[in-house]
């Protein structure tokens, strides 16, 4: 097992004083690639958290082993997320992007690889949810977080038959946003 | 006879019929883009039950408190040098602080959305268009005066009461729109983080900070208002 791998074990644990030491070992090191690129001390912050989260997710769901540093993990998340967050705000002109920070692809996005992408398809699909109208939202997060439909059926004020095919039809099209979605379309 | 859809449904919940089996497995053998959506759909049943049961909530309070004392303590020298700044000055920026401190965006009401929520009845579908109407125009006495009559018609529409609770904001009757929002924010409905926000606003305008503070960490991030709420949150801080 790597040495650093406390560190995932910290957030796994939530625990409060691993997590300081976190911030306060690597902290720094994210806000000021993030500032280097286009990026405000806030956005460095945010992005630091959200890839602290994105670190949990991907240990708490597999057999995660750490393979390089805590650090360059952590940074090749953050970068990930930065310019994911780039693209999607196109109206932010990118005129000041460390070039060896963002082009140069290192042997960390290797060996990550398949837990990134993973990351990134639930993440996607996730944001694609809220793109639902609030109903099949609704329907979909009450089938997904409980078993008992009869019961989720009851609640909402319609018949069983009735939530499952409003089920099966929210699906369907949250699967269509899926299906044109980058990530997930056919080439 | 059940759709493509449904019978995909079905059978990763594992509630098919014998004959839905057969339906089922006609397709599957005879039909590739079958087998591809019935894929699709065990990976977006997998990530949606993990992410929607995942509770991140802790980890991220913990990651909150975790920034605020590293960039209080590294901004301690900061707050200090401040000190000497002329009290009038301080006075100044206080009275002026509230404007920008909460700029209009933070308080913007979403628009109503143009649909009936439940039945089919004429009467009731006008009257929920013209408070779409109405709220849309900003015309908040006018929604929130039809909104009440639906309310008080059916009383288990929860979109009615939420965009009260919004109508009521938009007039500035923010005790009262909480009386309508609280129980939303405290529910379990898709009204749920939105609810917290609008609250949160309300105690805002109401000098409860903490408070809104508190409503306002509540907002999942699986919530599209969660960006906006950080934001909030942020300036309180």
Redesign the interface.
Known sequence: MHPEQKYIQYLLDNQHGGIQLIYKQYGRVVVNMIVKNNGTEDDGWDILQESLVDIYHIAKNRDFQLTTSFQSFLLLVAKRKWLNTLKKNKHREVTNVDDTVFNVEDEGEKMYADYLVQEEREQVIMELLLDLGERCQEIIRRCMQSKHQEKIAEALGITYAYLRKKKSECMAKLSEKVKEHPLFRKK | MK?R??L???YI?G?LSAEDQDAFDNLWETDSSFQE?VG??Q???A????????D?G???Q??????K???TEKGKIWVWRRWIIPIAAAACLLILGRLFLFPGSYYQLPEM?SEI??GDINSEKNQYEQAVRAFNEKDYVESTKILKQLLSEDS?VL?YQYYLGLSLIGEKKFEEATQYLLPLADGE???QHEANYYVAVAYIEGGQEEKAKQRLEMIG????IYDKA?KLL?KLR
């Open positions: 759709t859809e449904e995909i449904q079905d919940d509630v959506e699709l759909q990976e977006l049943h990530v949606l039950r993990k992410r929607l049961l995942a991140d802790p980890l991220r913990t990651l909150r408190d975790a920034e004392s590293f960039r959305r929520v439940r288990s979109q409905s898709v009204f991030t699986s919530s599209k950080q942020k």
